[in-house]
């Protein structure tokens, strides 16, 4: 009877561990840019919103079951892979990552304040400290890996969850939104690359990988789970990002006007008064902290196997890379013009990154025998050249803004 037992647990062991990382990665995507973006898009396109979420829930797809697979296959972080398609380049893609980390982190901690301002009233500040301290306390946890994991997955129901409901409050026109989702009235191609760059980008193209690496999970036999969870992780950013979309179209198609200097919170006042705002407060907080625990686990992983001090000592430089972004926040707030400029090279990331693992995928010193499809192949290098052309376009155009 022993015997039989064993195999069930080790499978439940299994689809948590599949299941953390599906939600590390959709709940560092969405964070305080995501709420932002999701509400202006959709105030500015309307129902027509919805087929930028289809084409982006596809290249999304396809970016990171390519990339999931490549990691889990060769059983290297991102970083190693790089390195061994170009000596050096997995240097390169470290420090922009890690670069991109701390000032998107920066953010994510002044939004997580943010949402407890609204909730209690204190100041930002104190706020963003607060949470600081929770996010720390996480990796202090023995078992920190399984306390991140439980905590990405709690907040992210918690905010799933609080946003159906204010969708449904505000009775939106489904059945116009799913027309208009695959015949729209206007399409703009900027908001699809906005989407993409900032549901898969930066950070976000390597954590669930790197987390499934952490947990063991790898090697061929191990594709059919992590496919499983590299979707799973972008169905569960496409539910929360369709709720909110269909909560700002039911506000939008009423007529109401919403703030576009705050337009998420507008939107949850709109549909609910005061305690639709308090729960923008609570959705916020949780985009917020999980996006700080997200940046910070895995902007450190990419420095994991550069040095053997540095993989012992991890717990103690994820702490130290929250607390930097909780005084960087505090003394100077969010550096702007920092934020513009290394976001525009968050978004050459990910062609970069996807590119050096299709290269990957079809190098026998890192995959083995393994034979990655055409289709994944063929899919993955149209996100590339998709990203690559907006991603430069958009660096251009802002380098002569940010220093003029």
Not at 325 to 348: D, E, M
Request: proline letters at 3%.
């Amino acid at each position: 009877m022993e015997r039989k037992k064993q195999p069930a647990v080790k499978k439940a062991g299994t689809w948590s561990l599949l299941m953390g990382a599906a939600f590390l990665m959709a709940t560092s995507a969405i964070g305080p840019g995501f709420l932002t973006q999701t509400a202006t898009f959709t105030n500015t396109l309307a129902a027509s919103f919805g087929f930028v979420i289809l084409i982006s829930i596809i290249l999304d797809i396809f970016a990171q079951t390519n990339v999931w697979r490549i990691i889990a296959v060769s059983g290297k972080r991102g970083q190693e892979i790089a390195n061994m398609v170009l000596p050096g380049l997995g240097y390169i893609i470290a420090a922009i990552i890690v670069l991109g980390g701390l000032a998107f982190n920066i953010g994510n901690i002044g939004g997580a304040g943010l949402g407890l301002q609204v909730l209690f009233g204190i100041s930002p500040e104190m706020g963003a400290v607060i949470s600081a301290v929770i996010a720390v306390l996480i990796f202090m946890i023995k078992e920190a890996g399984k306390a991140m994991d439980r905590f990405t997955q709690i907040a992210g129901f918690v905010m799933i969850l609080l946003t159906v409901y204010v969708a449904v409050a505000t009775a939106p026109p489904v059945g116009h939104a799913i027309a208009k989702s695959f015949v729209p009235d206007q399409i703009s191609v900027l908001a699809i690359v906005t989407l993409v760059g900032g549901t898969v980008g930066g950070y976000i193209t390597f954590a669930g990988g790197h987390r499934l690496l952490d947990a063991g999970i790898k090697g061929k036999g191990a594709i059919p789970e992590v496919t499983k969870s590299s979707v799973a992780g972008i169905l569960i950013t496409s539910i929360m990002r369709i709720a909110l979309f269909l909560a700002v179209l039911g506000v939008v198609s009423k007529g109401l006007n919403i703030d576009k200097n705050n337009p998420a919170a507008s939107v949850f006042q709109l549909a609910a008064g005061n305690v639709g705002y308090k729960i923008f407060g609570l959705i916020m907080w949780s985009a917020a902290i999980t996006s700080v625990i997200g940046a910070a686990y895995t902007s450190v992983s990419f420095f994991k196997t550069f040095s053997p001090k540095i993989e012992k000592h991890s717990r103690g430089i994820i702490i130290g890379f929250i607390i930097v972004s909780t005084l960087i926040f505090i003394s100077v707030g969010q550096p702007a013009k920092i934020l513009v400029f290394v976001g525009s090279l968050n978004g050459l990331i990910l062609p970069i990154a996807l590119g050096t693992i299709l290269f990957a995928a079809h190098k026998k010193k890192i995959v083995g025998d393994y034979k990655h499809p055409i289709w994944l192949t063929v899919s993955g290098a149209i996100v590339v050249a998709v990203m690559a052309v907006m991603g430069i376009y958009t660096l251009c155009t802002q380098m002569p803004q940010l220093w003029s």
